[in-house]
Structures are given as structure tokens and as C-alpha cells.
């Protein structure tokens, strides 16, 4: 193209505010009834059966729906099935056993592909060790690994003997391992040695040894050999070799664990507005239904496909959209378990080169470092096998939305900006890729069967053009069941903002704020809690402030979340020492360390701002809002209600000499 109209066309995009879905995209699709929406509305709840109906079942379901004890709603109910079998052994009994289940790349290079047929034997496998080891039904099991199959192949080893996993994202430290562990009293740990990043060996073992100690009582730990001899294999006292339990219980049939719709598949800690993280519980026939109805209809994954969703395992987008969404449809998903930039910033279009990638699934986050590093990068690779984009995470603004259509999607793929939660367990808010118009930087209407509604404090709806609180008004399917032996947490938590329990109306509060437009589409703003989204990982404010006054000499903290180009946010600190204690570089230091020991390195401070005192009102709550302008660089507004003013001017000057 010459320059004038590259010119031109850029201009054009940077103008444009909708996008229709190609005609070729639309006359493939697997959902391009544009009634749909109407039609789940009028059957609902019974549409959700669409959703059911994907699934094989031991037992079928009485009722779609049991709404006795809302807003404790039950999915299903009377139904058995087992998450492993409808992941695997369907599949191989439909003659599919050869084809790629997982397709796996090392950050080194290696590959190793699963075919349907493997993956079911190493899960069987796996299964009987586990048992071996003493699991039995209901005994949730922590997987502490990176992205390496192993980790996949223990979640649904797990689901196969109906013992609940918690995934611990393999970034957290050894103390976030060690309060998940505790708080899910789990007895059962797999890990392994150590992984890859950027080309250095990380040693892992011994992070999790370290959580470990933390833990009470003794752990049956499994340890997988990931790096060979890069690393001392030592396993130590109630540990276990994974390639030697599977080599010895190689062959044996494992018959999948009949499980009720409402049991328990897996708990998964997320950050809420304590301090405290929240052990979200999903259970196995609602979450199951709900991750593979979207899979289907928003992802527009068929088992033909190589389908890559970029995250990690160790994040919900990573459970629903790598491991039981695709598998339970039986297509090829793929796994990397590098950084996008190693050993150059081309790798992930040369693995979409390379495996001829249909589906691509990943975050904004990204997507604005892939913008940064230029499109010198995707220009050298052929990706003309991508059919459809995929976005998740975060609000992606139209700039970055529009980037990734043209350089990634060669404007001939849809782009799905889905918003979800942990505890929506799928997505609840996006564009149908075979239906709707696109709207860069707007998620989309709801999907069809979900009630989500934008209302202003009174819970009441707002008018097209207005921002207010998103709420959902009816349950769905993927939705969590409760907090883990935490009910009272649970209501509190997401139940008690907008509903009338008096009148037996629950509405569920995700505590993001949003706006509605006049066409029904849905701009999520973000949290409006105490959670700060960095690089698409939530992180509670709470949980980082109590790393730090847990350092010695620190008094009291702040942390809020300043706009950031790239990772959309950052974690500012404001940090308040005790009487005698300098800001000195090592103080600093401390107060960094002392937060990637409680949390891990993706809670890192962006800045660490020491003042004398922080901004607050007359009645003595900390100003947050100013610290988050002060962080964002933002214009500030009066300041004249503070009981301390003149702190605030220190406080700036400090941020913008950085
Ligand atoms: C945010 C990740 C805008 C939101 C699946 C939500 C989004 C939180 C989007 C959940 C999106 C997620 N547009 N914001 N498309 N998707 N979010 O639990 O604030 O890690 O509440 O789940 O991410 O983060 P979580």
C-alpha cells in the first residue's frame, strides 16, 4: 500500500465508530439468529437448556432452574455428569481420539501435542495417583504450576474423581499460596521445580516450599520435573514425583466420578474489598453449561479450530476459555508458557503462523504493548488464518481496538470485548460475532439470557447516554454459588447493594461502574470498589496496603491505581513512616519487597510516594479519589475540604519528579 493511502485508510479507521461483521464471518457462525436475544428472553430460564444440551449427562436434570432459596440458585438440579468425561472421553468415543487436544510450546521452543487419547490415559493416570495419595471425593487439591500441560491435565484429573481444585496463579507468592491454601483447608498440593521466563530458569519448588511452612499440618505435594537438570529435583518429606506416579499407574482405567449438577468443580481465590481474598466456588454442571455455550456462541470455537487464548490458567479467563469452555468442545486449544516478547517481540504471530490459529483470545493490556513495539512485528507473519479477536479484562479503549482489527484481525475478523467476572464464571456482557454491529471501546449488549442492567444508586435504570452502576438481574447459569464456607460474605459481598430481600428480589452487584448508550450497548468504566485492574490482573488495594504497614517502620499505607499506558494501571503507594524512620532508598526497597512477599511480583509498586501524612477529610477518611488523580496525573479538583491541604502539594511534587 503506498503511503498516501496507508495515510488514509488510518484516518478512516480513526473516524469510524461501528464495524459490521464480515458477511463471511456471519454465514459461518455458529449463533447468526438475530432473534436470539428475544427468544432466550421469552423461554427464559428454559433457554438455558441450550446450554445443557451441549454437555453429556449421566442423569438428566429435573428442573433448569431452582430459585427456592435465592439468591443461593441451583443450575440444573437432580442432574449428574463429570467435567473429565465431557472434556475427554466423549470426544475419544466419537472417534476423535487422534486429534489435538492441546497444543503445548515451551518458552524455549520445545512443543508437545496432546491428542484427545493422550490426554485422557495421562489423566487417568493422574487421577489414580491422586487417589493413590489418598484424595478422595471433596478434597480440594491446590495446583500450584505455571503453563505446562500438567496443570490442565491435574484440573481435570481432579474433576474426574470429583475432588475440587483451587489453581493458585503460579506469580503469587509463597505466603498468597500458603492463606489459600489454609483458608481452603487444602491437604493435597501439586507443583513443580521451576519454569521458564525470558530464558532464566525460575525456581518454583522452592517458593511453594516456602508456602509450605506457612501451611499447618502435612501436605501430600506432587512435584513435576519441568526443567530436567537445570535444577536440584529435590522433593523432600511428603513429596512425589509426578512422571513417577503416572509412569506407574500408566494403562489404568479411572471411571469418571458421577457428579450432581451443584457439586463443587472448583474454588478459585480472588481479590474483593478486604483484605482477606475470596474463595469463589463454581460448581460442575451450571459452570460447565455456561463456559461452553459461550465458547460456542461469543468465541465461535468448532472443533475443527486451533483456538489460542493467551492468558494464564491461573486466572478464571484461563480456567473458562483454555481448559473446560474449548475442551468440552472438543477442539484443538493451545498453551504457551512464555512472555510474548521472549526470545523477541514476534512470537506470538509466529506461533499463530505457525499452528494456523483460528481463534485468538487475549487482553488489552497486551494488546497496547503490541501497539507500542510496532507493527513491524505481525507484518512479518502470514495471519491470515485468524477468523475472530478476542478481548478480555479490561476496557479496551477504540485506539487499541482498532489496532488489533487492522494489524491483527487484517480488518476481516470480528473482535469479541467480553466482560466477565471470577464470579460470573463466563461472559456476560459482548457482542454475538455472527449478530451484532461493533462498537470499538463498548463491550456490547448483554448476551442473550443475561440481565444486565446499568442503574443509578437508587437501582434504578438509567436513560440511554447516562453512567451508573452495572448490576445483573437474573441469574445465569455460570454464576458462582457462594464464598466459600462464607455465605454470610457471599450476600454482603455481591447481594446487598441493589436487592429487596423483603420482597425476594436479588440483584447481583459486580461493583463495576458503566454506561448505556441509546442502541442497549454496555461501556464497562471499571471497578468501583478497592480493586485496581493492573495488566488485566485484579489485585485488591486492601491486600497490598497490609503488605506494607507489615513492614517494619512503616506506619500506615495508601495504595490506589494510577492510569498507565500500557498496563492500564499501575499500583501507587503512599507511604507514611514511623517517628524516626528515614525515606531512604532501602526503605523503599523494603516496602517493594515486602509486597511481592505477600502478593508476587504483579503487585509491584509502579511508585512508592513517602509522605508525612496522607490527604483526608475533616471526619478523617483518606481522600482516595485525590490520591488517584495525584497518581493519574489528573487535573485535581478543590481541595479545600481537607483537613490537610498543604500535604497535597508535597505529595504531587514528589509524584511528577519521578
Ligand atoms: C474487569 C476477568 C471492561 C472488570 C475475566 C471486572 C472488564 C474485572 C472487562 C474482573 C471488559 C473484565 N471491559 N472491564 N471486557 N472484562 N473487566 O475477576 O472490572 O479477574 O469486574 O475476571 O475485570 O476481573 P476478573
Known sequence: MSDQA??????????QESFEPPAS??????????GIRERFDEEWPECWTEAADLLTWDEPYEDVLDESDAPFYEWFTGGRLN???NCLDRHVEDGRKNQAAIKWEGELGETRTYTYGDLLNEVEAFAASLRELGVEEDDVVTLYLPMIPELPIAMLACARIGAPHSVVFAGFSADALATRMTAAESEYLVTCDGYYRRG???NHKEKADKGLRGVEGDVETVVVDRLGDELNHFLGQHAHDYGDLVDEHEGTTVEPVSRDAEDMLFLMYTSGTTGEPKGVKHTTGGYLAYTAWTSRAVLDVEPEDTYWCAADIGWITGHSY??????????????YEGTPDYPERDRLWELIEKNRVDIFYTAPTAIRSFMKWGTEYPERYDLSSLRLLGTVGEPINPRAWKWYYKHIGGESCPIVDTWWQTETGGMMVTTLPGVDTMKPGSAGPPLPGVD???????????????????TVQKPWPGMLRTLYRNDERFLDEYWREYSDPDADEWVYFPEDGAKLDEDGYITVLGRVDDVINVSGHRLGTMEIESAIVGVSGVAEAAVVGGTHDVKG???YTYVILEDGQDPTESMRERVIEGVEDAIGPIARPEEVIFTPELPKTRSGKIMRRLLEDIASGAELGDTSTLRNPEVVEDIQAQVTED
Request: hydrophobic letters at 45%.
Open 83 to 85: 467435567a473429565s468425561a
Open 452 to 470: 444486565a442492567t446499568v442503574v443509578d444508586t437508587g437501582g434504578e435504570p438509567v436513560e440511554a447516554g447516562e453512567a451508573g452502576y452495572l
Open 25 to 34: 464471518f456471519v454465514e459461518q457462525a455458529n449463533v447468526h439468529d438475530e
Open 200 to 202: 532464566d530458569a525460575l
Open 322 to 335: 483454555i481448559v473446560y469452555g474449548p475442551l468440552a468442545l472438543g477442539t484443538t486449544t493451545m498453551m
Open 6 to 15: 496507508e495515510v488514509e485508510l488510518e484516518a478512516r479507521l480513526e473516524e
Open 569 to 571: 494501571e499501575a499500583v
